[in-house]
């Protein structure tokens, strides 16, 4: 089980400072959860995901029942033993896979789709590689090629034996080409399929009901309405936000009233660092992105705006830097001058540059490590000025 | 520059403790050192090199005069500061690259060559890449396929602005598909060079001269003989060493009975398990090889073997555990019960295997790690029972 309490409520916005007590340590709210699908966190070890400043990490229900499978990762004493992180654990259902296996790989995602977004999934629809039923969505493992049905029961037997602090309801993600029919269909589904969840989980793991609606005001009010009805001990927020950062707010602001405000709430694969101060002023406690770290693999570093010019208590602002430029070839400064984690208090740009140019693994390490050190600290910057009254 | 010495001869064989005292510390041999081609050990950063137990580390001039070149190394305070490496650092002259980028592409290297052994290389010809003159070798870089020449000046040029605490003298390293005649006349060629590396070298760094000769008695004697008549501060030893580990014994045997014995004798690219006891035994100092780092790359660790029944003082015996085999999805024991390493006392194989099978970048450090510290222990349990008097 966890506790949730919060501390301090903003009088400038609907931002909150919390923590999140589980029986693997406390989360303070707000905060950035580090995605680690596969039970890792890409490149690092999980002594280093907590050198970042990670304080709770997310692994991927769907990705471990296919491999390595939960009966694996409980012969191994649970998730949390298996990558040997002592410290808060979530898994998510497997219920973002309907769409990023199913309508996601028919139409694409993100910025692909929407060089197809004259496509409109209607109700009754079904993406080409899964099918999704009243009673859950039929999947082929990319491993093997074998059959395999992940439901709501399904869901929760899985997430009790990887036994992560948090599990998430089974639900099924829209994609952003349905209509209004289909996502109302889809979720008094999501909505059957949580009390289903309710029903079926027999651990004591803190369950979050997750919200979905789509973009339609009505359904995430509704959807958001009915998990507050239910005894979830948190809520997760799914599906999609809108075609920008003015509709996302909206949509937030629309769904998070209907919550219980006693309970934390978690934005589920939000969190580029622009969408960061957005969410939490929004009233979102925990949030869970790849940006830091897939953007690390592929040579980029988040670093704080006009180097030792910024001042760490005002607003955080923030640029992309692409090692992989020439220009950083003799560039002998630190990756960021207001950044105390090891790689820049060690190394070189002129370094870093050197290895990404030269195919290394090392760098990805690196790279990876500050960037969620510096998404960590800019989170806390955040919170420092909450706590101040400033946010 | 550095200092030599020898604290031990063994009674049973040709093998010695010494140690080799550079600007940047000590290297207690027998010692293996950790091949850093690109100025890193792949996959690790300088600070976990030593960890594994590392003393020295080898990087490449060839490799690093293309990218990022000598000057931009220079501009970050020399190889050392560049790469965080503060300990005996040695580069190799490029020579190797003379044959794995000219004889070494036409007819491959390693187990690829048996398959076209037919072929002769006979004196005067010329590979395909590269064109081997009397002043040096002209090359084509491959990052943007400019023209480069590497001769012996030019090779000590870099290696001076790249600033290790031992530099191979520019050599010829030949194919094994070459006949007598190249061979000697790529040797009288070698001595050449050595002679005015020699000359040029303006700094205080530590050079070695090559000994070269093919798989032949006579050259081999002639030119350990002719490198022991030069000021050098130590020998590498390079080229073939004929089709077994007897033959290799045996031009060992012939070719350091030739050289200065107060002088420390390095072996070039050789230091598989099954190679170390032999090398030492026949008096070698120190030895380079990427097995550790590159089998650990491909899923590979070297274990001691019989897990549980070995004793340390013993002879040392090993296995090769490929860690992608499904029989260890369920194998919750460490990779190598008698290691000590934080790989070992952190993980299960199971995990291990996991993070394989999930193509992970996180095993491949792991993995690392693990086999230069097997490595590196290899290496001290025999220096162990050299003082012993058991070697």
Redesign the interface.
Known sequence: MITFSVFKKSKKSNARIGVIKTPHGEVETPAFVGVAT????????SAEALQTGLQALIANTY?LHI??GED?VK??GGLHT???WDRPLMTDSGGFQVFSLGFGKDYGTGKILKKRSDAVIQKGAQPQKVKITEDGVEFRSYVDGSKLFLGPKESMRIQEKLGADIILAFDECTSPLADYEYNKHAMEKTHRWADMCIKAKQSKQALYGIVQGGKHKDLRQESAHFMASREFQGYGIGGEFGDNKSIMQKMLRWTLAELQENKPRHLLGIGHLSDIELVIKEGVDTFDCIAPTHYA?HGYAFISKGQGTRKKEKAAEFEKLDLNNKKY??D?GSLDKNCECFVCN???R??L???I??Y???P???LTFHNLHFFNEYVDNIKNRIKKGDV
């Open positions: 596969q039970a890792t966190i890409k490149t690092l070890t990705h491999r390595p694996t012969k191994n298996f990558m040997q693999r070839k003799n002998l060690t190394y070189t002129s370094y540059h050197h290895l140019r030269a290394e693994i090392t990805l390490r690196l």
